[in-house]
């Protein structure tokens, strides 16, 4: 039998360009429509880390982690809006 909701866990990098408030903002632009998708949301703020390797010559990205459950359509709707976004450096959402 399928299951009706899953645990799931992203972890979206974020340009250190970009500055601080606009990393806010696609924080907050992410949040809003993980609350409206999902339920459980919780939101982890791991600041500006150093990458393993340069991305497009950056070697800073902000880490935000999210956990949530949700249906299963909703991570491939989550992830092809973090695909498009500018200012996205990676993202990785796993089933927790």
Do not use: H, Q
Request: charged share 25%; hydrophobic share 45%.
């Amino acid at each position: 039998m399928a299951k009706i909701n899953e645990t799931y866990e992203a972890v979206v990098v974020f340009s250190s360009k970009l500055g601080e408030e606009a990393v806010a903002a696609l924080t907050a632009k992410f949040d809003e429509m993980i609350k409206a998708n999902a339920e459980d949301v919780t939101v982890n703020d791991w600041g500006k880390r150093k990458l393993a390797y340069a991305i497009n010559y950056e070697t800073e990205g902000n880490y935000v982690l999210w956990n949530f459950t949700a249906a299963p359509s909703f991570p491939a709707e989550l992830e092809r809006v973090l695909g498009i976004t500018d200012g996205v450096l990676r993202f990785l959402v796993t089933i927790k």
